[in-house]
């Protein structure tokens, strides 16, 4: 009997010793770092991988013919703030009245108590940065540019940020690091103001003759660097940025935050918001007359550049085979956005929208129907993928990747979809549209009647107004030709309920 003991004991110790050892040898998979990379104003056409512009984009197509590119799938707003808010939120950005284009002195739009994608990763055990275009408002009204801004991205959940304030062409014309202007001298403090100028200062109006660039519509305030901006500013001649340098800086800011990161015992999140090809176009002078389409082309080869050179640094950090890369912009292509820049007379035969009716601003496919693409090397075969997926999807849809419970209630968990494990995409969808909405659901899309114009006249885009409903079948009449809202009434009931039933929520 003493030797059966014996027996039990050991074989129980083998066990409990043969689990111990396995706890400490076998290592809990690492989640994959995750880096955006969110363009500005770029359109469904402007990737060529896309197959609808003719303008060649051979470093955004390396993720999209390495990844899932996705052909359905939608930024929530044609227009940038709303975009950014609900990409990081995972909420609709219609949910919030304040999710406009902001002035540069606008306070920040996220609350500091809300979920965003960074913080929701942070729980989790990431480090997160974003570097580029912000716009989602700084601090809580009446900013000191002169002391810390705050609160601001490192209050939402990201330990590192280099940005913009707002958009290249608005004030403050300046870099901020972890909520400081960079390079500013003291003795030359920052005044910002959009409703009046600052005594003796030159505007567009008063001083023509200082443009490098001429404005067509807006922008005629302060002039930085030759270029006429939208609102005032005084002083921090210093910190000013230089616009042809911009798209070298960010990336040499996204390249110094990687190698970092990937010294470091965790996985990290990266949001890396470029600013082109959004207005005033600057490409670095070496991207010069590349595209033959203008400064907006070779703003895109410039980007397309950029995307190439950050791959390269994540093969030579040995993380690409780690990294999720989410690439996507924040609303559809504009051509004339209120500067002369021959965007419109260079165009030739690209399609900046693709197929899609309308564009930037628009409530028609063009302003939110975009290239949105899912790259991880070795671990997302390359497709193509129909099923529709929203930006605001990523939040719940990346939770499930990390192993967070985090919920929104609009983020839908599309997990598998993203790692194209399925084709069962999101049902419905609200788009947004300069504070208008409309209804998608499957193949159709509901848009309610709107007063005002039908097209933005400065900007020539079809901003998708009219008197009546109208009702479009995507599949058969993808540019939005044939309005069926008079000859299928109950679609078109069906759809208003559908669409009132979650704007009412
Ligand atoms: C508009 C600007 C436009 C652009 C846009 C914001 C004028 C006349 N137009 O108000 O140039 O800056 O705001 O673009 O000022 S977004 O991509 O950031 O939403
Ligand atoms: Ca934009």
Redesign the pocket.
């Known amino acids: 009997l003493g030797l059966l003991y014996l027996l039990i004991f050991c074989s129980f110790y083998l066990v409990a010793c043969k689990s111990n050892e396995a706890e400490t040898t076998v290592e809990k998979p690492q989640n994959p770092n995750i880096i955006f990379i969110y363009m500005?104003?770029l359109g469904y056409g402007d990737v060529s991988a896309y197959g609808a512009g003719t303008l060649q984009t051979p470093n955004f197509d390396k993720l999209a013919n390495g990844g899932i590119r996705f052909t359905n799938a939608y930024a929530s707003s044609a227009?940038?703030?709303p975009?950014r808010y609900a990409i990081l939120t995972g909420t609709y950005p219609w949910r919030n009245e304040n999710a406009k284009?902001l002035p540069g002195t606008a306070p920040l739009l996220i609350d500091t108590a809300q979920m965003t994608v960074p913080k929701m990763l942070k729980q989790v055990g990431y480090n997160t940065g974003v570097v580029g275009?912000w716009?989602l408002g700084l601090g809580s009204g009446n900013v000191d540019w002169n002391q810390e801004i705050s609160p601001g991205p490192n209050q939402v959940g990201f330990d590192y940020s280099y940005i913009m304030a707002?958009?290249q062409?608005?004030v403050p014309t300046v870099y901020i690091k972890d909520g400081t202007v960079v390079g500013l001298d003291p003795n030359d403090p920052i005044l910002v103001d959009y409703n009046k100028n600052f005594d003796g200062e030159p505007t567009a109006i008063t001083n023509p003759e200082m443009l490098t660039m001429k404005w067509h519509?807006?922008?005629n305030n302060s002039i930085v660097n030759g270029i006429p901006r939208?609102g005032f500013m005084k002083g921090g001649e210093a910190a000013k940025w230089s616009d042809i340098d911009m798209a070298d800086h960010f990336l040499e800011k996204a390249k110094a935050f990687v190698k970092e990161e990937a010294e470091k015992n965790a996985p990290f999140f990266l949001y890396y918001a470029m600013q082109q090809p959004?207005?005033p176009r600057t490409p670095h002078p070496r991207f010069e007359a590349t595209s033959g389409m203008g400064p907006r082309g070779d703003a895109i080869v410039e980007a397309d550049w950029i995307v190439g050179e950050f791959l390269k640094e994540l093969e030579a950090q040995g993380i690409l085979e780690n990294t999720l890369i989410i690439f996507s912009s924040?609303?559809g292509p504009?051509l004339n956005?209120?500067?002369y820049d021959d965007a419109v007379e260079k165009i030739g035969d690209h399609t900046p929208a693709g197929p899609y009716r309308g564009g930037?601003y628009s409530l028609f496919e063009a302003g939110t129907r975009l290239p949105f693409i899912a790259y991880w090397k070795g671990k997302i075969q390359p497709a193509v993928s129909d099923a529709m997926i929203t930006q605001i999807d990523l939040l719940e849809s990346l939770a499930a990747l990390v192993g967070s419970d985090v919920e929104t209630g609009d983020s839908e968990n599309l997990l598998d979809v993203l790692m194209g494990k399925s084709q069962q995409g999101r049902e419905d969808f609200v788009l947004e549209a300069t504070s208008r909405t409309a209804y998608k659901k499957g193949d159709w899309v509901m848009i309610p009647p709107y007063k005002g114009p039908e097209v933005e006249k400065?900007?020539n885009i079809e901003l998708g107004n009219s008197n009546e409903y109208q009702l479009y079948n995507l599949k058969e009449d993808p540019s939005q030709q044939t309005n069926l809202a008079e000859s299928n009434p109950e679609k078109l009931t069906e759809m208003v309920k559908s669409f009132e039933a979650i704007r009412g929520q």
């Open positions: 500005d104003d227009t940038c703030t975009s284009i275009k716009h707002a958009t062409d608005r519509h807006g922008h939208i959004h207005v924040d609303n504009v956005d209120g500067y930037k400065n900007v």
